[in-house]
């Protein structure tokens, strides 16, 4: 400045300052007077900041208390950030992750494991933070057990990690579908659920009209209302999920949720499924057991209560002296019966659905057990055609390979799975959960020769760590593997995809219950139920020919007697197969049960033959 000059002030050159100097006083007066006033001002002022926000917190609280469309806006922008920061930084970790170059395979196996289980906790973290329906896409995500191994195990606790709800909401839900308060139905109403999934809670109670103990299942309250809201974010964060990885498409598993998430939420359709399920069964000897229904609403099941332990616990098999063989074989044909000869099937298989107990008296069962079937909701149709030819398949996996064999396999596959010779041995790996079998190595041009493979699945092996350790470093190393994985699942029928949990679950709980039969036993029980739904399909197709050209057009009766022996035949070397395979199962039973007799007495005999430790 000009009035500035040699570090020193000067009023030289600034005219404002060269004034008199009683208008220099006046001046600094009346700055002071007005400094004065906007400090008074200001406080006057200030304290309608802190009123203005609460008053604005206020209308926002009372706002999304009263106000559905606005509470919904809120609730899907929470949520979808929650989501889509998950989303962002898994896109962002893949990308880094396959950007990098590794100096062996080893590496890239490694990082590419370490990266899948970063992201899978995340997702998991935002699906326990959202809970409901987000919880249901967890749990489906932990059953498609083509998926990262990473992804599966980190999504599996999301079956028993669901928060209740509290007393008092669930009690006001009762009353406003029952027309009463808990206490005028109930004589006693246990306030902790024993069980929390997803959906719904069940609390245990004494109903007052029956006097039984009773299983009453609650829909979790909030569930119907935001519904929609969360479907909707399933279905953008699948969106996402194509868009930055469009190899990775998982968007059926959004359609497929929309689809069957309505009928799991209304009870009704739960108690009806279950009805025909039992009508299913009546005329069958089987060790099956449905809890009965007392009543139905669409948020409201009270049901007989049946005390029980996992199908899985060795220790409450052998506390109640019952063969873990014989358990594992009857669930094998309970599902095998739904599915190749009723047509009509549990949909949503796992081991938290399944009770197993002594038999009561007067029970149907052939054994001294009953397996009791939980959670009706979701049942699916298999039509006729689709379930012949998954049984036609089935048996050409049985058979002992041929070149017309070989033919059959790819052909069933396309008519049953809708994938050509390119995913066939995807898909065959996923219907028999091992590696693909000696005619499919050449389709995938794999070299890795660790390990001995099978040409059929009555040649299968116990499946060694090497065969395990082959698939692991398959789907890694293997360019375009894993895409074909999530091609096969967008290409596989929805039933047919149900069907495969099924089959994930027999054999998943035959290792479980560390059975003493060989590992293909479970596929001859497969194999018996093919062959009886082929044979059925055959004699109703000569039957309807006959009423057209009549019963004694001697042609027809010969292929009617040609079918039946067949069948006979076949059914015939598949029993004799078993009854080989459970002597051999008893021999070694009994082994164990010696040698734990050597060691620990008639103690460490029963927990050896029990499979337990001794």
Known sequence: MNFLRRGRLSWRGHPHLQKPLYHRALIITDCRRLGSQIDRTLSSRLWTIPVSLLLLAGAGWGTYGTSKPFRHTVLAVVRCSRVGIAAILNAVDYKTTFARTYATDADYGQALSECHTRSAQRVLRALLANGGVFIKMGQ????????????????RPLQDQCEPTPYEFVDALFQTDMGMPLTEVFEEFDPTPIGVASLAQVHIAQHRETGKKVAVKLQHPHLAEFCDIDMKMVEVTLGWVKYWFPEFEL??????????????????????????TIKDFKSIQTSLYIPDTITATKRVLIMEYIQGGRVDDLEYLADAHIDRNKVALELSRIFNQMVFVNGWFHADPHPGNLLIRPAPKGSRSPFNFEIVLLDHGLYFDIDPILRVNYAKLWLSLIAPASPATTLDRRKYAELVGNVGPDLYP?????????????????????DDRSFRRASSIIDLQPQSKAELDAIRNAVVSTEGLLTSVFDVLRRVPRRVLMVLKLNDLTRSLDYALMTTHSNIRIFLITAKYCTYAVWQDERKRLIDAMIHKGIFNFPLLRGCFSCWWKFR??????????????????????????????????????????????
């Open 140 to 155: 489906h995500m932990a059953s498609l057990y083509v998926l990262p191994f990473e992804w599966t195990s980190t999504m």
């Open 251 to 276: 968007t059926w598993l959004g359609e497929e949720m929309r689809t069957n998430l309505p009928k799991e939420m209304d009870f009704t359709l739960e108690a009806r499924n279950a009805e025909r």
């Open 426 to 446: 995807v898909f065959e790996a996923a219907l028999t959960g091992r590696a693909a079998l000696q005619s499919s190595v050449d389709s995938v041009k794999e």
């Open 569 to 614: 035949r076949q059914y015939a070397k598949l029993v004799i197969g078993e009854i080989f395979l459970d002597l051999q199962a008893i021999a070694i039973i009994k082994k164990a049960w010696v040698k734990g007799l050597w060691r620990k007495g008639f103690q460490g005999a029963h927990q050896a033959a029990a499979g337990l430790a001794y």
